[in-house]
């Protein structure tokens, strides 16, 4: 699987946008993105993948550039519920069980 | 959509004990199930990964003796910490994937179960 690299950290003020970036810059053609967060003391949360074309849901929108060397996840109205590990993990689909390596994450703190 | 349930959320046990974690798929039949321990301040890591009606696969490292994987049915996978000691308290996770929808459906984790042993 490619390798990920996300910003430790970030702030971001209430009712803002949060642009939480992260670099694939091996990633192969048949590698999907994903986005999952972990809100303190809970399991993981998937958020929204994609794999060239941008992606929206009622969570977030996923921005991945041209190349699909990085991609951008944004809350468009971040809330203090948002606070939380952000994880971006490239993977192959398969049929065969795609079990998650996970690096370190960006923790967002959303401040009111 | 796809819900995976874990249980219990919280254990307190003296050292020596055997406790026992299950992870349910509660919508869909999962194959696969995947076993992921977490301590504080960092990332997930992959324990094992869990096959139903076969041996479950082990990360290297994890003591396939210690950490004993079931998963007897389509919606269970149990993790059972056997013998448990003070450095085994941990963050537990457990996650799989609905099959149904293509290989790129993602894959919905378990809240998690915080063991403490004491």
């Known amino acids: 699987d490619a390798k990920t690299t996300q910003p430790p950290s970030m702030d971001c003020a209430e009712g803002r946008a949060a642009n939480l970036p992260c670099n694939h810059s091996t990633i192969s053609g048949n590698e999907y993105v994903y986005w999952y967060r972990q809100i303190h003391s809970q399991g993981p949360q998937y958020i929204i993948h994609g794999l060239k074309n941008n992606e929206t849901n009622e969570m977030a929108s996923l921005i991945i550039t041209e190349d699909r060397k990085s991609s951008t996840l944004i809350l468009p109205h971040a809330t203090l519920r948002d606070t939380a590990v952000y994880y971006c993990i490239v993977r192959v689909a398969d049929n065969a069980g795609n079990m998650l390596t996970f690096g370190g994450g960006t923790r967002l703190m959303v401040k009111p | 959509g796809a819900v995976v349930s874990q249980h219990p959320s919280w254990v307190i046990c003296k050292s020596g004990t055997s406790v026992k974690i299950e992870c349910r798929s509660l919508d869909f039949q999962a194959t696969t199930m995947f076993w992921y321990r977490q301590f504080p301040k960092q990332s997930l890591m992959l324990m094992a990964t869990?096959?139903?009606?076969?041996?479950?696969?082990?990360e290297q490292g994890v003591e396939k003796d210690k950490f004993l994987i079931n998963h007897a049915s389509l919606t269970l996978s149990t993790l059972t910490v056997t013998s448990a000691h003070p450095e085994d308290s941990s963050f537990y996770i457990c996650s799989a994937r609905d099959p149904n929808g293509g290989g790129n459906q993602p894959q919905h984790f378990g809240d998690g179960t915080r063991l403490s042993i004491l």
């Open positions: 869990s096959n139903e009606g076969s041996k479950a696969t082990y």
